[in-house]
């Protein structure tokens, strides 16, 4: 079955430090998806990047970037030069594409809390 | 990406009553999907919205309390019916955007408090 684990349920960083927020995964399915959203307290689900199965080269957006193991099935979220903005919960995600459901299995969350 | 708005944002409902919250796209979406959040919890998907037929649930879930309606390739309503406290949670929508591949876009939630 799939499950997504995330076992930092809080983070700490200091403004303008890079943190990893770490996610492993465990599939069956030969293709799929990862993905990271961030929820501010205002409860919105930001979508920040996402990395298939197959992409050969990390999936990179902006400050964010995606640190893909697959031998080791992990998945970790680099965000740099934190910003107090980025203060909120991070949810790691999977897809399992074959399927076509669009369901996604989420994992509990990391709450990333940025000091000035 | 797309814009995707989903109303209301946030509601107190009394015990009982009903609550349908919208989820508009400002472009043809692919597939549309409602998922639920409960308080401190992660996110669960209630069900798949299909255009012009019935939803496709996830187990736990069941049309009678979460009637969902899709009548075109942009728009969505999800009902919490017969309410009771343990529906407060934030429900969201969620759309796979033609053209974007795997990507998932989330609306910006409502959040349901019942008395």
């Known amino acids: 079955a799939q499950k997504i684990t995330q076992t930092q349920p809080g983070m700490f960083v200091q403004e303008k430090e890079a943190v990893t927020l770490d996610c492993t995964y465990d599939?069956?399915?030969?293709?799929?998806?990862l993905f990271w959203y961030k929820q501010p307290s205002s409860g919105e689900m930001i979508f920040l990047i996402y990395?298939?199965?197959?992409?050969?080269q990390n999936a990179t957006e902006g400050r964010y970037s995606l640190n893909f193991q697959k031998a080791r099935k992990s998945a970790n979220l680099v965000i740099s030069a934190s910003q107090l903005g980025d203060s909120a919960m991070y949810f790691c995600a999977m897809r399992e594409t074959l399927s076509n459901t669009g369901k996604l299995i989420f994992g509990q969350g990391t709450t990333l809390q940025v000091k000035p | 990406s797309a814009v995707i708005s989903q109303k209301p944002s946030r509601d107190i409902c009394q015990r009982g009553t009903s609550l349908t919250i919208q989820c508009q796209v400002d472009s043809q979406v692919t597939m549309m999907f409602w998922y639920r959040q409960q308080p401190g919890q992660s996110l669960t998907l209630i069900a798949t919205a299909n255009q012009g037929s019935e939803a496709t649930y996830e187990s736990g879930f069941v049309i009678d309390k979460f009637p969902i309606s899709r009548p075109n390739l942009t728009f969505s309503t999800l009902t919490v019916s017969n309410m009771s406290p343990e529906d407060s949670s934030i429900y969201l929508c969620?759309?796979?955007?033609?053209?974007?591949?795997?990507?998932?876009?989330f609306g910006s939630g409502t959040q349901l408090s019942v008395l």
């Open positions: 969620s759309v796979q955007q033609a053209g974007r591949g795997e990507k998932l876009f």
């Open positions: 990395q298939g199965s197959y992409d050969q």
């Open positions: 599939t069956s399915d030969p293709s799929y998806g």
